[in-house]
Nanobody
Framework: QVQLVESGGGLVQTGGSLRLSCAHS????????MGWFRQAPGKDRMFVAA???????????YYADSVKERFTISRDNAKNTVYLQMNSLEPADTAVYFC????????????????WGQGTQVTVSS
């Protein structure tokens, strides 16, 4: 059974940075595309970023328009961990952030991800 545990959330001022981590266990991490989603109070869970399986030509990454140029997703297959580096944070980035393991479908779609972590809170103060 795949388990995901996020960490690294917290309170930060506008313009600050945080790095989220997600530790993966119970499966072959290197074979999965991994994604980050976020859910703000009263809103639906939204795609943030995803990182594909590492291959000979590199590793594909995908981002929501709202976080491009500010967030960077990466993975360390040796540590079974996926990261989300978040820079230039804004109050609109305040949400619970979830990592997830994709098992089918589009990387941008929540239902494509079968396994989810419990989430970590990110709060950006103005």
């Amino acid at each position: 059974q795949v388990q995901l545990v996020e960490s690294g959330g917290g309170l930060v001022q506008t313009g600050g940075s945080l790095r989220l981590s997600c530790a993966h266990s119970g499966g072959t991490f290197s074979k999965y595309t991994m994604g980050w989603f976020r859910q703000a109070p009263g809103k639906d869970r939204m795609f943030v970023a995803a990182v594909g399986v590492s291959g000979w030509s590199g590793t594909s990454t995908y981002y929501a328009d709202s976080v491009k140029e500010r967030f960077t997703i990466s993975r360390d297959n040796a540590k079974n961990t996926v990261y989300l580096q978040m820079n230039s944070l804004e109050p609109a980035d305040t949400a619970v952030y979830f990592c997830a393991t994709q098992t089918s479908g589009s990387v941008y779609s929540g239902p494509s991800y079968r396994y989810w972590g419990q989430g970590t809170q990110v709060t950006v103060s103005s």
